[in-house]
């Protein structure tokens, strides 16, 4: 079985992820998608639960938020460090700086998802234009829908409108492409 492997940070993660790879992946790929308890327990428990994966065929991808570390390029290398540790394929995806940036760049995708109306007008803002900028997209999430946006369950509703092409947000460009990426790799094994 080809499977491609998701180790992240929290349920809100997983609950976007889940409703958004039925529209991305190949069906000849099956996706696991592992939540683990914040930043700490991910690190914690990824090298030995990569190193003691038992599919030969599986790849695997982290991802966690940059919060407020100060710079994503550290967070990234101490992943990777810890994913080398492992000894299998693994690609690292850095959040910058929270999941809700991916949200902010696709307002069409939280009105959708939201019933919300009006969020699309303001994709034309500049915060909206770039928000891996902005230092605390969750609670810019929160005001601008007033207060509706709850983490897993809005997640869950959001990953299924997100527009897979959107660039607004670069690392969510950057987890499309490690996906398609290890797509790729899964797609050309021999059984």
Known sequence: MKELVFLLEEPSAKAM???????????????????????????????????????????FIVMRDQDSAPDCRVVKQALLQRCAEAGKPALVRIACHELESFYLADLKAVELALNIKGLVKQQ???????????????????????????????????????????????SFKQLIRAIRRMERELLSLEH
């Open 124 to 170: 034309a803002n500049a915060k909206f234009r770039s928000p891996d900028y902005l230092q605390s997209p969750s609670k810019e999430l929160a005001t601008l829908t007033k207060h509706q946006y709850q983490k897993v369950a809005s997640s869950r509703l959001i990953g299924a409108h997100l527009e897979i092409q959107n660039e607004r947000s670069n």
């Open 17 to 59: 992820l889940e409703s958004l790879l039925p529209r991305l992946l190949s069906p000849m790929i099956t996706p696991r998608v592992l939540a683990f308890e914040g930043k700490q327990d991910l690190e914690k428990q990824m090298t030995r639960r990569i190193r003691h994966y038992l599919n030969p065929h599986a790849r």
